[in-house]
């Protein structure tokens, strides 16, 4: 009977392009009107852990199972990570590196940055002591050349409060959201916002799951929201 059931719910769902906790529970509901809001709530969590449907944003579900993006981490982004969080203990910080655009963008770069974004009140800090470790590292607050001309140096730029974080080998990590909208709204990825941003976006949703309400939360943060939501839409048409 699940299987059936699954079946059906798929079918129903295949001609919807996103679908809400609402919607679910107006299908559970049709077969059966006194269907406890548990027992949808269950089903939910069940067909998510199946991969029959994934999240993409809060109370927000598409077909399919969840594909979630991970950077892979050098082993320079690592040590990085390990010496600020070791002389910074209660400092928040994430790392991530620009390479990984090349995943997504037509025009690859050749270049990479070992970017660390960490709180604004520590940034000058943290800058100060990774340039007694790394001689080519840059506050991003004090410098306005072309980021091809940092080729190969470790970036600390201020982290915006409750960016879309995740661990990775017990290092904070920029999640796939955080970098999108970093590259459409910050001043130093100025080279990626013509063209290039709606291909880097529209390669990022389609190999990627990825939580929109998380993207544009953060974006809003920045006072960015109506700018991502534009590049967002301009993609999924």
Same mark, same amino acid.
Request: net charge positive; charged share 30%.
């Given at each position: ?54 999240? $993409? ?8 199972? !969840? ?31 620009? !390479? ?15 970017? $660390? ?35 190969? !140096? $470790? ?17 904070? $990590?920029? !999640? ?62």
């Amino acid at each position: 009977m699940d299987n059936n059931r699954n079946d059906m719910f798929t079918e129903h769902f295949s001609r919807y392009e996103t679908f809400d906790a609402t919607d679910i529970s107006r299908f559970y509901k049709e077969e059966n009107p006194d269907i406890p809001q548990t027992t949808v709530n269950w089903r939910i969590y069940d067909l998510v852990q199946s991969g029959i449907i994934r999240r $993409v944003g809060r109370g927000v579900y598409r077909l399919g199972k !969840s594909n979630l993006f991970q950077i892979d981490l050098s082993p320079k982004t690592k040590k990085i990570a390990r010496y600020v969080k070791k002389e910074f203990p209660y400092t928040g910080f994430c790392v991530w590196e620009l !390479s990984a655009i090349n995943l997504f963008s037509h025009n690859l770069i050749n270049f990479n940055l070992f970017i $660390v974004d960490v709180e604004r009140d520590a940034v000058d800090a943290v800058y100060c002591r990774l340039k007694e470790k790394q001689k080519n590292a840059v506050n991003i607050r004090k410098t306005r050349d072309d980021i091809a001309d940092w080729a190969g !140096s $470790v970036c600390i730029r201020p982290l915006v409060s409750h960016a879309p974080l995740h661990m990775q080998e017990q290092i904070s $990590v920029a !999640s796939l959201e955080k970098i999108l909208v970093d590259l459409a709204t910050d001043k130093e990825f100025f080279s990626f916002q013509g063209n290039e941003i709606f291909s880097i976006y529209e390669n990022a949703f389609e190999k990627y799951t990825l939580n929109e309400s998380s993207m544009l939360r953060y974006a809003a943060r920045k006072e960015k929201r109506t700018n991502v939501s534009e590049i967002i839409k301009a993609v999924k048409r």
